[in-house]
């Protein structure tokens, strides 16, 4: 029986390279590709995982646009204006994040969207 050697680096590479080819034509079209990464936590894993979707984006001319909510689910530069308010902050979190994902749907310059807890 013949041994046979999976190169997962080489494929990934030959992936990318193909999806950075169809981008270019995309572009050429007048369609520029966007992702949006929706983050409702700050722990270092879940910010490492975007900032490496961020690179890989980058590497395939990809457009990629970060919204991270804090802990508390409120986007970070939310989190002053919203203060005082009687709901608590989980109320507000899904209200905020169900309403950016709204228009996020709504919105034809994003083509895609990773949402990640």
Known sequence: MQTIVFDGKKLAGEMEEELRERVEKLKTKGV?????WICTSE???????GRLKAKAAERVGIEF????FGNSGVPTSLRLRR??????????AAVEVSDKIKKLNA???ADGRIDRR
Not at 32 to 36: A, H, S, Y
Not at 65 to 68: C, N, S
């Open 43 to 49: 722990d270092e894993a879940s910010l490492m995982y």
């Open 107 to 109: 919105d034809k310059i």
């Open 83 to 92: 203060a005082g308010r009687s709901q608590n902050s989980e109320e507000v």
């Open 32 to 36: 520029v590709p966007k992702l949006v």
């Open 65 to 68: 646009e970060k919204i991270i």
